[in-house]
């Protein structure tokens, strides 16, 4: 166990971080590697991530690792994805058990290995009860997709009769996302550089907090992930409003 930096405010720590893990690729051909190489380095930062986040009293983290437009990659290294998703389960799930994370996945997951399913499943029945915090994994989700989805079913519980048009806001719109009761991101961040959202929790970031950094993914160690949260802490979360009008 680490414990917080001293120049971190406990009082200001984010409830739930959001991660776009990117750079696998470019860190293993930088080093002459496969791309795989890179992804399996990555799976072991993101390891490291969950459990400082844990340590540091952060209850939600939320990891983009999968997204629908990913398949158009090589199937080689979809393959490697798929099988390297299921191996962690089977090999890490015992222990991230015993340390009270609860393991939840969002996205079309009809559309992957039946035998990852089993797992996925698996894995979230028995989690389910911790508490220590919410690791949330994104595979094969597309926000769109979602918001998409979300106005169908209410569509068709309208056209049902069960649903007065009328009565539908943003807090039922947010039920029916994949993300449901999980309170939104308060930090995103996103690494090797690159500086947009790529279809990820588009609804769910509207007053998310966002830092970009140049360092690939597997690189992102606990200094690096230190720095995000001194940045985080010096912004001024206004919601839309105004300082005095917080502060009277």
């Not at 690189?219 to 949260?229: C, G, N, P, V």
């Amino acid at each position: 166990m680490t414990s917080l930096p001293a120049d971190l405010n406990p009082q200001k720590i984010p409830h739930h971080i959001a991660v776009i893990m990117d750079g696998n690729g470019r860190w293993a051909t930088s080093r002459g590697l496969p791309r795989i190489a890179g992804h399996r380095q990555g799976a072991s930062t993101l390891k490291k991530l969950l459990r400082c986040c844990k340590d540091w009293g952060i209850k939600a983290l939320t990891a983009y690792a999968f997204s629908t437009e990913n398949w158009q990659r090589p199937i080689e290294e979809v393959d490697f994805l798929m099988h390297l998703f299921e191996r962690l389960l089977r090999r890490e799930l015992a222990q991230m058990h015993q340390e009270g994370v609860r393991i939840s996945f969002i996205g079309d997951l009809s559309g992957l290995p039946p035998s990852l399913q089993t797992e996925m499943e698996h894995s979230m029945k028995q989690t389910l009860n911790n508490q220590a915090i919410h690791f949330t994994i994104a595979v094969n989700y597309g926000s769109r997709h979602e918001i998409t989805k979300a106005c169908r079913q209410l569509a068709q519980l309208v056209q049902q009769g069960k649903l007065d048009a009328a009565t539908i806001n943003e807090s039922l719109v947010e039920k029916y996302l994949h993300t449901g009761e999980t309170p939104a991101p308060d930090l995103l961040i996103r690494t090797s550089g690159e500086m947009r959202l790529s279809n990820f929790l588009l609804w769910q970031m509207a007053y998310t907090e966002m830092y970009f950094t140049d360092i690939l993914w597997p690189d992102f160690d606990t200094e690096a992930f230190h720095q995000a949260l001194l940045s985080y802490q010096k912004r001024d979360r206004r919601f839309g409003q105004v300082k005095t009008f917080l502060s009277a």
